[in-house]
């Protein structure tokens, strides 16, 4: 079921994401306050390809584990049904939510420990800036521990099995947009939504904002950082300064297409 994520995503995004930079760093500018970390070695060579070709290695052996535990959500060991009815909590799919956008956050946090990230969570962090093929670029064990959270809810609350379909595809789908590089959120939702600006901040600052769809448990946990983009000092921002002092262009991409 994942692997269909990853061709999917191969289809839907192989034209739309920017191409690598090429940046003259000899007067490369200074940001104001706080600069974007963003040079040359931040953009690997042939990163989109190298994000495809991780994500599909690593799909399969995150698949077999999944598919063993769906059997048993399917299989009656979970509280999953069938009848709408059956349920005495009605469809809160908002607590699906809420409580994976929990678990997750911890078990984010936790690889981001020194034990456990260099072994299983840094290759996710090689994508300084991010593109959707690299939300799924993860290391096996670091992919099926994320996606627990949505594994551990139907053995504890009663869901309706199209529902839980729906609502894995959902997360999957959002898994996706917040490595896509497109900051838009409503202006009264950008410190509520946890979104492609936050999780860009993520990659590049590493110690904050490691929540999935909300910003409540970063804010919690002390961990939340207002996004750079919503400040003007973005990775879109960057590539304007270059832009104005001549210094680079993403290759084949005209200027409207970054802003």
Same mark, same amino acid.
């Given at each position: 079921?994942?692997?269909?994520?990853?061709?999917?995503?191969?289809?839907?995004?192989?034209?739309?994401?920017?191409?690598?930079?090429?940046?003259?760093?000899?007067?490369?500018?200074?940001?104001?306050?706080?600069?974007?970390?963003?040079?040359?070695?931040?953009?690997?060579?042939?990163?989109?390809?190298?994000?495809?070709?991780?994500?599909?290695?690593?799909?399969?052996?995150?698949? %077999?584990? $999944?598919?063993?535990?769906?059997?048993?959500?399917? #299989?009656?060991?979970?509280? /999953?049904?069938?009848? +709408?009815?059956? *349920?005495?909590?009605?469809?809160?799919?908002?607590?699906?939510?809420?409580?994976?956008?929990?678990?997750?956050?911890?078990?984010?946090?936790?690889?981001?420990?020194?034990?456990?990230?260099?072994?299983?969570?840094?290759?996710?962090?090689?994508?300084?800036?991010?593109?959707?093929?690299?939300?799924?670029?993860?290391?096996?064990?670091?992919?099926?521990?994320?996606?627990?959270?949505?594994?551990?809810?139907?053995?504890?609350?009663?869901?309706?099995?199209?529902?839980?379909?729906?609502?894995?595809?959902?997360?999957? %789908?959002? $898994?996706?947009?917040?490595?896509?590089?497109?900051? #838009?959120?409503?202006?009264? /939702?950008?410190?509520? +939504?946890?979104? *492609?600006?936050?999780?860009?901040?993520?990659?590049?600052?590493?110690?904050?904002?490691?929540?999935?769809?909300?910003?409540?448990?970063?804010?919690?946990?002390?961990?939340?950082?207002?996004?750079?983009?919503?400040?003007?000092?973005?990775?879109?921002?960057?590539?304007?300064?270059?832009?104005?002092?001549?210094?680079?262009?993403?290759?084949?991409?005209?200027?409207?297409?970054?802003?």
């Amino acid at each position: 079921f994942n692997g269909l994520f990853g061709v999917r995503e191969y289809f839907l995004y192989r034209n739309t994401y920017p191409r690598p930079l090429q940046i003259n760093t000899r007067h490369a500018p200074q940001l104001p306050v706080r600069p974007v970390p963003l040079t040359p070695l931040s953009v690997p060579q042939n990163q989109v390809r190298r994000e495809i070709t991780y994500a599909l290695r690593s799909l399969p052996w995150i698949s %077999v584990p $999944t598919v063993a535990l769906f059997f048993a959500e399917v #299989r009656g060991y979970s509280k /999953l049904y069938d009848n +709408i009815e059956d *349920s005495p909590y009605g469809e809160l799919m908002l607590s699906f939510l809420f409580f994976t956008d929990m678990g997750i956050y911890w078990i984010h946090r936790a690889l981001h420990h020194k034990l456990l990230y260099k072994r299983f969570h840094k290759p996710h962090h090689l994508w300084k800036i991010a593109t959707p093929f690299a939300s799924h670029a993860f290391h096996p064990v670091d992919g099926f521990m994320q996606s627990l959270p949505y594994h551990i809810y139907p053995f504890l609350f009663p869901l309706h099995k199209v529902t839980y379909l729906g609502l894995y595809i959902f997360v999957n %789908v959002w $898994t996706i947009s917040i490595h896509d590089g497109d900051y #838009r959120v409503p202006r009264l /939702l950008r410190h509520v +939504i946890n979104g *492609s600006a936050h999780h860009t901040d993520h990659h590049l600052y590493f110690d904050y904002n490691y929540g999935q769809y909300f910003t409540l448990w970063d804010k919690i946990g002390g961990s939340y950082k207002s996004p750079t983009a919503f400040e003007g000092q973005g990775p879109h921002d960057y590539l304007r300064k270059l832009r104005e002092k001549g210094l680079g262009v993403p290759n084949g991409l005209s200027a409207a297409k970054t802003e």
